[in-house]
């Protein structure tokens, strides 16, 4: 089963269920999903990495949107955000320990033969690749960073 089709029938128990916040953020993530395939072309489908890009996209909009309304004292529209990120990442992959990641991103290192920092760019694109949705992408930027130094 695609996340698709997981997140479709996930919103038809949330909307039997009446959970207004998984409701609302599984609307969001079936949208994005719907507007994706739209640009790709009528009869495309979504690749697994692309739902993940997706869903990873959401959530940091999600947590980005609740640290600004942490700043303004609205907790009530902090703690709905960071509700409805809670119910988005039920659907990404584990995230993986700083450690994992360092011994990744070496390993991508070698391959692309990087050597200093202005070789980051190669690594980068290799790395957001394979980690895409298991990883936040400023992490790994300061792991690359640090790496190539």
Do not use: C, H, W
Request: charged residues 30%; aromatic residues 2%.
């Amino acid at each position: 089963m695609s996340l698709t089709e997981k997140i479709s029938t996930d919103l038809r128990e949330a909307m039997k269920t009446g959970n207004k916040v998984t409701l609302e953020a599984l609307r969001a993530a079936k949208t994005a999903f719907l507007l994706a395939i739209s640009e790709k072309g009528a009869g495309s489908v979504l690749t697994s990495e692309e739902e993940l890009r997706i869903i990873s996209k959401l959530v940091k909009q999600r947590k980005e949107s609740a640290a600004i309304y942490r700043e303004q004292n609205r907790d009530d529209l902090y703690d709905n955000e960071m509700a409805e990120a809670t119910a988005l990442e039920k659907y990404l992959p584990a995230r993986m320990s700083t450690e994992e990641l360092r011994q990744i991103i070496s390993t991508i290192i070698e391959k692309t033969g990087a050597k200093s920092s202005t070789d980051m760019g190669k690594v980068m694109g290799s790395a957001m690749k394979e980690l895409s949705g298991r990883a936040d992408g400023k992490e790994i930027s300061a792991i690359v960073k640090e790496l190539l130094q």
